[in-house]
């Protein structure tokens, strides 16, 4: 090995960035030119090589529209797109001779007598199924919103996290909850992301409330959160475009439903 | 980005399987004597995780779509120069999806760009890298997924921000405010946690 064991461990430890891609083009050039050359980086790269492709894979699933479909295979081959899979072809009418059919029609007319009667009574099951089957479906849909508002949240967290007028306040515990602590990261274009850990549970019939405060003397209230049972907080919250520079946070215990203004004690404080 | 590429192979991807891939390559392979139908052939086996990926980057359907065309007349324009003995066409296909949503969200951030896709398509071919092909599956994405939930929420946030937004270590540690070792490390501790869960080892 030509190089310095120093030099191979530095870029080492940047095999995993530049999986990601979230290296330099210079980190990157320079990551490429040792790892051609060095079994070790190359045998790290390849074996967390599949953990990216795993994340792009993780992602929710949309189906895309099959206009799109169409807008690609036109722009590639330069001829209209080839046609969608199999239409069905139109079966082939029977003709029956008119005596045949009106015999069959009574034949059927008395047949259908003693059928109604079992027919309704089949109803009735199906109509039991279909509501149990109705009620499992709307369990379903329940549980997709559910989930699609947990994704929603996470993407708005990196959104926010993402932007470039980002502001941090970092609050510390108070004499209600000492060893809680939380961060808020502000923009004023994507809104706030709020986290915290080790907050008590707050008592029924109560809840918690996260203030902005500004150089307005009013705090103005982000919203209400509850943290899960281990007492930890991630959440997004829209903040009006209008709103002044926060200079600090604060979250207090108030009734359920929140206040207008702060009235509860103090849980956490950044300023 | 070629070495990326070249070794990320891993087969395709979770629901796919070793003749999916040989389909695909045969696909390509078509694609590049001119045939246009194979693109159809191509694009109805990758289109969805392609989008899903772009949608995920960009939360915009029509940039998504944008790019998914992108990335398939890119397939169509380099198919001659594709090696199929290098790797999945799957796994190319949704790193160029990424290299392209990240781009555009570059742009809007009114950002010079790191990397290029064109730099990546171009030196793809002929490395000397090892192919591994290691298939993907379904149970794995889903212990992903799983796994991505339970990190501490700096490795997490900060993989994302690296993966889905396009951040270099150095801009995520400018805004988590944390030492860029230490999102160096996160970085690390979290992609070693996601390979123990792919893996079955966890």
Known sequence: MTMSSTAHDELREQAAAYVLGALTQAEREA????????VECKAEVQSLSSVAEGLAHAVPQHEPSSLLRARVLASVSGTSATAAPGTPGVASA???????ATAASLALAVALGGYAATLRGRVGVLELRLHDATQRASESERQIADLRRTAAAAQSQVAVLAAPDLVRIDLA?????PQASARAFWSRSRGLVFTASNLPPPPAGRTYQLWILTAHPAPISAGLFKPDPQGRVAEVFETPPDLPKPTGMAVTM???GGAPSPTGEKYVVGL | ???LWAVIDRSSGLHRWAEDRASDEAALTRMAQGEGDAVAELYDRHARPVYSLALRILGDVTEAEDVVQEVFSQAWRQASRYNTSRGAVAAWLLMLARSRAIDRLRARRARPKIASDEHAADTLIDTGLPVDSQVISFEQITRVRAALDELPM???LAI?????EGLTHAE????????????????????????EVLAGTL
């Open chain 1, 254 to 256: 108030e009734p359920d």
């Open chain 2, 160 to 164: 994302e921000l690296a993966y889905f």
């Open chain 1, 173 to 177: 515990g108070q004499l209600r909850a």
């Open chain 1, 94 to 100: 029977r003709v029956f001779a008119p005596w045949l």
């Open chain 2, 154 to 156: 700096l490795q997490k």
């Open chain 2, 172 to 195: 995520i540690a400018a805004r988590l405010e944390q030492p860029l070792g230490t999102v160096k490390t996160r970085i690390r501790l979290a992609l070693m946690k996601l390979r």
């Open chain 2, 1 to 3: 980005m070629w070495l």
């Open chain 1, 31 to 38: 990551f490429e030119a040792h790892a051609a050359t060095c």
